[in-house]
């Protein structure tokens, strides 16, 4: 797990809520879509959840970070997410990115890195650019190889069915 300023008890409690996205992914597989989840917590508890929905719903930004900023939002009524995390199955691309710094969220938690659009430290690293207004907190890593493997089985299947 790399953290760049969490404290100790804060990382433990992420492992629960990231089971809680890894629930999400799975709901977006069994949808017919790539299995990514993501969930929102504010003072301890889940506000909103979302997997990613790019194919049921034919949208291309329809990724389980933005849809769950927005149920979030709602929920808040504010479009400042101060004082909330996000947690997500696979690092954020950058529109994702870029709506977790435009939504003022306190925090950012990830699984698995993507080596092919990650946006908070692969790729770019927006979460964490001083030029830009605001600055998010990161964890990365967490229950990551479960994150990741999940992915890979599925783009693995995806590829098997291809063949026949
Ligand atoms: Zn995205």
Redesign the pocket.
């Known amino acids: 797990m790399d953290r760049e300023t969490a404290s100790e008890d804060q990382v433990s409690q992420y492992d629960g809520f990231m089971g809680s996205a890894l629930a999400q992914a799975r709901l977006a597989e069994a949808a017919g879509d790539v299995p990514i989840g993501a969930v929102v917590v504010r003072d301890g508890a889940i506000i909103a959840a979302a997997g990613n929905r790019r194919i049921t719903d034919a949208d291309p930004t329809a ?1 389980a ?2 849809l769950a900023i927005q149920a979030a939002a709602a929920v808040v009524g504010d479009w400042r997410l101060t004082g909330c995390t996000l947690l997500v199955t696979l690092e ?2 950058c ?2 990115a870029g709506a977790i710094v435009l939504a003022r969220l306190d925090r950012l938690v990830y699984g698995a890195a993507d080596p092919k659009a990650g946006a908070v430290q692969t790729l770019y690293r927006l979460c964490t650019d001083a030029r830009l207004n605001h600055q998010v907190e990161l964890i990365s890593g967490v229950r990551a190889e479960e994150c990741g493997q999940m992915l890979s089985r599925f783009f693995q299947r995806q590829r098997e069915a291809g063949k026949k």
């Open positions: 990724h970070e933005m954020p691309c529109m994702c």
